[in-house]
Protein backbone atom coordinates (compact mmCIF):
# COMPACT_ATOMS: atom_id res chain seq x y z
CA UNK A 1 0.00 0.00 0.00
CA UNK A 2 1.00 3.72 -0.20
CA UNK A 3 3.46 4.82 1.71
CA UNK A 4 5.11 7.85 2.93
CA UNK A 5 7.37 8.27 5.76
CA UNK A 6 8.47 11.96 6.18
CA UNK A 7 11.73 12.52 8.58
CA UNK A 8 14.00 15.61 9.03
CA UNK A 9 12.00 18.04 11.44
CA UNK A 10 13.09 19.27 14.81
CA UNK A 11 14.10 22.42 16.57
CA UNK A 12 15.55 25.29 14.85
CA UNK A 13 16.18 29.04 15.60
CA UNK A 14 14.41 31.79 13.96
CA UNK A 15 16.54 32.51 10.85
CA UNK A 16 17.84 28.92 10.69
CA UNK A 17 17.40 26.00 7.67
CA UNK A 18 15.98 22.63 7.59
CA UNK A 19 15.79 19.81 4.81
CA UNK A 20 12.66 17.21 5.32
CA UNK A 21 12.54 14.28 3.50
CA UNK A 22 9.65 11.93 2.67
CA UNK A 23 10.32 8.33 1.58
CA UNK A 24 7.56 6.47 -0.41
CA UNK A 25 6.83 3.35 -1.05
CA UNK A 26 4.57 1.07 -2.70
CA UNK A 27 3.91 3.08 -5.59
CA UNK A 28 5.44 3.77 -8.94
CA UNK A 29 6.62 7.33 -7.14
CA UNK A 30 8.17 9.21 -10.32
CA UNK A 31 4.34 9.03 -11.78
CA UNK A 32 3.07 11.25 -9.32
CA UNK A 33 2.99 14.75 -8.27
CA UNK A 34 3.74 15.56 -4.40
CA UNK A 35 3.46 17.75 -2.52
CA UNK A 36 4.16 19.55 1.03
CA UNK A 37 2.01 20.72 3.72
CA UNK A 38 1.72 21.89 7.09
CA UNK A 39 -0.67 22.00 10.10
CA UNK A 40 -0.23 24.33 13.04
CA UNK A 41 -1.68 23.97 16.33
CA UNK A 42 -5.08 24.61 15.77
CA UNK A 43 -5.01 25.59 12.16
CA UNK A 44 -6.31 23.63 8.88
CA UNK A 45 -3.91 21.96 6.52
CA UNK A 46 -1.77 24.67 4.56
CA UNK A 47 -0.63 23.57 1.07
CA UNK A 48 3.13 24.75 0.60
CA UNK A 49 4.60 23.34 -2.41
CA UNK A 50 4.08 21.37 -5.37
CA UNK A 51 6.53 18.86 -7.62
CA UNK A 52 5.76 17.49 -11.20
CA UNK A 53 6.57 14.00 -11.86
CA UNK A 54 10.17 15.29 -13.31
CA UNK A 55 10.73 17.44 -10.69
CA UNK A 56 10.25 20.51 -13.02
CA UNK A 57 7.18 23.54 -13.05
CA UNK A 58 7.60 23.58 -9.06
CA UNK A 59 4.75 25.52 -7.26
CA UNK A 60 4.64 27.67 -3.74
CA UNK A 61 3.02 29.02 -1.44
CA UNK A 62 3.54 33.14 -0.94
CA UNK A 63 4.17 32.32 2.40
CA UNK A 64 6.92 30.56 1.87
CA UNK A 65 7.98 31.50 -1.61
CA UNK A 66 11.79 32.40 -1.63
CA UNK A 67 12.85 30.65 1.35
CA UNK A 68 11.51 27.01 0.91
CA UNK A 69 12.55 24.99 -1.98
CA UNK A 70 11.02 21.53 -3.13
CA UNK A 71 12.82 18.75 -5.32
CA UNK A 72 12.75 15.02 -5.64
CA UNK A 73 15.14 12.58 -6.34
CA UNK A 74 13.14 9.64 -8.34
CA UNK A 75 15.75 6.74 -8.49
CA UNK A 76 15.47 7.07 -4.57
CA UNK A 77 11.66 7.57 -4.46
CA UNK A 78 12.48 10.73 -2.42
CA UNK A 79 10.77 14.00 -2.03
CA UNK A 80 12.60 16.99 -0.10
CA UNK A 81 12.17 20.18 1.40
CA UNK A 82 14.65 22.74 1.89
CA UNK A 83 13.66 25.43 4.09
CA UNK A 84 15.58 28.69 5.20
CA UNK A 85 15.02 31.86 6.91
CA UNK A 86 12.38 29.63 9.18
CA UNK A 87 10.40 32.14 11.70
CA UNK A 88 8.17 31.28 14.12
CA UNK A 89 5.05 30.70 12.13
CA UNK A 90 6.54 28.29 10.37
CA UNK A 91 6.43 25.89 13.76
CA UNK A 92 3.84 23.46 12.59
CA UNK A 93 3.42 19.53 11.65
CA UNK A 94 5.20 18.91 8.22
CA UNK A 95 3.71 16.18 5.56
CA UNK A 96 4.16 14.75 2.47
CA UNK A 97 1.38 13.87 0.33
CA UNK A 98 0.54 12.36 -2.60
CA UNK A 99 -1.54 13.61 -5.68
CA UNK A 100 -4.76 10.91 -5.93
CA UNK A 101 -4.10 10.23 -2.39
CA UNK A 102 -2.07 9.33 0.44
CA UNK A 103 -0.29 11.20 3.76
CA UNK A 104 2.36 10.52 5.64
CA UNK A 105 2.42 10.63 9.65
CA UNK A 106 3.82 13.91 9.34
CA UNK A 107 7.63 15.48 11.03
CA UNK A 108 7.27 18.21 13.56
CA UNK A 109 9.35 21.75 12.72
CA UNK A 110 9.38 24.19 15.85
CA UNK A 111 10.97 27.53 15.53
CA UNK A 112 12.18 29.04 18.61
CA UNK A 113 14.71 30.67 20.16
Known amino acids: QVQLVESGGGLVQPGGSL ?29 LSRSETDGTGAE ?11 SRDNAKNTLYLQMNRL ?12 YGGG ?3 GTQVTVSS
Open 19 to 47: RLSCVASGFSFSNYRMSWARQAPGKGLEW
Open 60 to 70: YADVVKGRFHI
Open 87 to 98: ESDDTAMYYCIR
Open 103 to 105: RGQ
